[in-house]
């Protein structure tokens, strides 16, 4: 399966900064990437789906201005939280997936905590 | 309706015994399904995926899918004290782009 990588796994930030997530697949040319956001004891909500070379599509009630995604290459999505406040604390996950019926690896996830 | 629903549980299950976990989904054109198994603090990890209707087995675990009454399980046979964890069902869809929809997870307890 495909190796994920994502940086950092841990930040605190102050409210109303930026925080930049990066996803990278080590061993795979990952065309799409998807982001999800999961709050304690709450499953994983989709939050956008990433394209490498073209704009992310958001799912309903995802700020695209508060959530920047970019993926500008095959193997490096990011996901920029701007102007964080203490509601965005959350645990962000990035995923890459095979062809459309293979499974999502994961990466290890960023806990972010907006003081 | 949410798309994919399971029971949050807590679940719990002497050690030993069998943990039986199961979901329903909504999209009647899913194909593919999935298990995953997610500690605390940590991102989900694959333990079974399955595609056809009828069991698939890998060690102590089954995976079930009967796909005309949209549902899903898995069993846990022999569970462990390590087996403790939220399992979260998983569908793709390519309905208005293709996407994987999770549950909300059903947290597990085996107890020792």
């Known amino acids: 399966g495909a190796v994920v990588s994502q940086h950092p796994s841990r930040v605190i930030c102050k409210s109303g900064t930026s925080v930049k997530i990066e996803c990278r697949s080590l061993?795979?040319?990952?065309?799409?990437m998807f982001w999800y956001r999961q709050f304690p004891k709450q499953s994983l909500m989709l939050m956008a789906t990433?394209?490498?070379?073209?704009?992310?599509?958001?799912e309903q009630g995802v700020e695209k201005d508060k959530f920047l995604i970019n993926h500008a290459s095959l193997t490096l999505s990011t996901l920029t939280v701007t102007s964080a406040h203490p509601e965005d604390s959350s645990f962000y996950i990035c995923?890459?997936?095979?062809?459309?019926?293979?499974?999502?690896?994961f990466g290890q996830g960023t806990r972010l905590t907006v003081v | 309706q949410k798309e994919v629903e399971q029971n949050s549980g807590p679940l719990s299950v002497p050690e030993g015994a069998i943990a039986s976990l199961n979901c329903t989904y909504s999209?009647?054109?899913?194909?593919?399904f999935f298990w995953y198994r997610q500690y605390s603090g940590k991102s989900p990890e694959l333990i079974m995926s399955?595609?056809?209707?009828g069991d698939k087995e890998d060690g102590r675990f089954t995976a079930q899918l009967n796909k005309a009454s949209q549902y899903v399980s898995l069993l846990i046979r022999d569970s462990q004290p390590s087996d403790s964890a939220t399992y979260l069902c998983?569908?793709?869809?390519?309905?208005?782009?293709?996407?994987?929809?999770f549950g909300a997870g059903t947290r597990l307890f085996v107890k020792a």
């Open positions: 999209d009647r054109g899913s194909q593919s």
């Open positions: 399955i595609y056809s209707n």
């Open positions: 061993d795979f040319q990952a065309t799409t």
């Open positions: 998983a569908v793709n869809r390519n309905t208005g782009g293709f996407k994987t929809i």
């Open positions: 990433s394209n490498e070379g073209s704009k992310a599509t958001y």
């Open positions: 995923s890459v997936q095979g062809v459309s019926n293979t499974e999502a690896f």
